[in-house]
Nanobody
Framework: QVQLVESGGGSVQAGGSLRLSCAAS?????????MGWFRQAPGQEREGVAV???????EYADSVKGRFTISRDNAKTTLYLEMDSLKPEDTAMYYC?????????????????????WGQGTQVTVSS
């Protein structure tokens, strides 16, 4: 079965940067999956952050546009999230996820029910 393992989280000051990685295993053709990053702060629902499909199309949540960059290296079966200009409100547990389809309709792109596989998460804490 597919396994996703996040890494790269940590504590930074506002304005700092972090690069999250998500290593996929247990699947040969991970390039065929639409993948994304989600986050969840304490007491809040999980929300979509950024998604990249198998064709390379990318969508970001409005709150992170211009600050975060999602990318994937299919040869290394790894998903990345470059996080710049971090704000305290970015503090959350960050999860990577993979759908079973190459493409997900735009209106459903940030819905967690569209994604079958999830990692355990990596904590990001941003202090002011």
């Amino acid at each position: 079965q597919v396994q996703l393992v996040e890494s790269g989280g940590g504590s930074v000051q506002a304005g700092g940067s972090l690069r999250l990685s998500c290593a996929a295993s247990g699947v040969t053709y991970i390039s065929r999956y639409c993948m994304g990053w989600f986050r969840q702060a304490p007491g809040q629902e999980r929300e979509g952050v950024a998604v990249i499909d198998s064709y390379g199309s990318i969508e970001y949540a409005d709150s992170v546009k211009g600050r975060f960059t999602i990318s994937r290296d299919n040869a290394k079966t790894t998903l990345y999230l470059e996080m710049d200009s971090l704000k305290p409100e970015d503090t959350a547990m960050y999860y990577c996820a993979a759908a079973t389809d190459r493409w997900v309709p735009l209106t459903r792109l940030f819905l967690d029910n569209e994604y079958k596989y999830w990692g355990q998460g990596t904590q990001v804490t941003v202090s002011s």
